[in-house]
T-cell receptor
């Protein structure tokens, strides 16, 4: 069975600084998808970034980038130039395909301090 | 991007009654919908997977007779909490996917259920 682990329950970062959120996962699959979701106080799940396991290149989306280490089963999220609006819960997630269930990690609560 | 709605956004019901939550894909046909449950300060836990026209597949530990899921059309899935109890109070989130959405699921805004 697949599992997703996030070892940092809470983190904080100064506005404009860079922060990295950690995520590890366990699977026997070779092809799969990894995601980082943001859940602000509104509780709406927002996709931040996704990575296909078959792609070696790390995904980037503006200020968000990932460090995907397939052999180590590690998938960290780097947020550059942190903004107050980045304050939220961040969930690392795994799925085999879009038709399959998404398995979420326990989450990291990120606070951006002005 | 694709839009998924949920109705109602908040509901309060009395213990012993049933409540229905709707999940709709507004601009695409969702072949698969998922229902999650989230307790305060916790992660999302999958309850069941529903495919249009077939019975839902429930995760281990989820009572299928208590949480009735119907996916009668390609744009609508419903979750009915039967004989609700205070411990059923939670935040319920649905997501939907289809061949059009590719490798991504789209999430609804969630429904907060409070059982008094």
């Amino acid at each position: 069975a697949q599992t997703v682990t996030q070892s940092q329950p809470e983190m904080s970062v100064q506005e404009a600084e860079t922060v990295t959120l950690s995520c590890t996962y366990d699977t026997s699959e070779n092809n799969y998808y990894l995601f980082w979701y943001k859940q602000p106080p509104s509780r709406q799940m927002i996709l931040v970034i996704r990575q296909e396991a078959y792609k070696q290149q790390n995904a980037t989306e503006n200020r968000f980038s990932v460090n995907f280490q397939k052999a180590a089963k590690s998938f960290s999220l780097k947020i550059s130039d942190s903004q107050l609006g980045d304050t939220a819960m961040y969930f690392c997630a795994f799925t085999r395909t879009s038709y399959d269930k998404v398995i979420f990690g326990p989450g990291t609560s990120l606070s951006v301090i002005p | 991007g694709a839009v998924v709605s949920q109705h109602p956004s908040r509901v309060i019901c009395k213990s012993g009654t049933s409540v229905k939550i709707e999940c709709r894909s507004l601009d695409f046909q969702a072949t698969t919908m998922f229902w999650y449950r989230q307790f305060p300060k916790q992660s999302l836990m999958l309850m069941a997977t529903s495919n249009e026209g077939s019975k839902a597949t429930y995760e281990q530990g989820v009572e299928k007779d208590k949480f009735l899921i119907n996916h009668a059309s390609l744009t609508l899935s419903t979750l009915t909490v039967t004989s609700a109890h205070p411990e059923d109070s939670s935040f319920y989130i649905c997501s939907a996917s289809s061949t059009r959405t590719g490798d991504e699921q789209y999430f609804g805004p969630g429904t907060r259920l409070t059982v008094t």
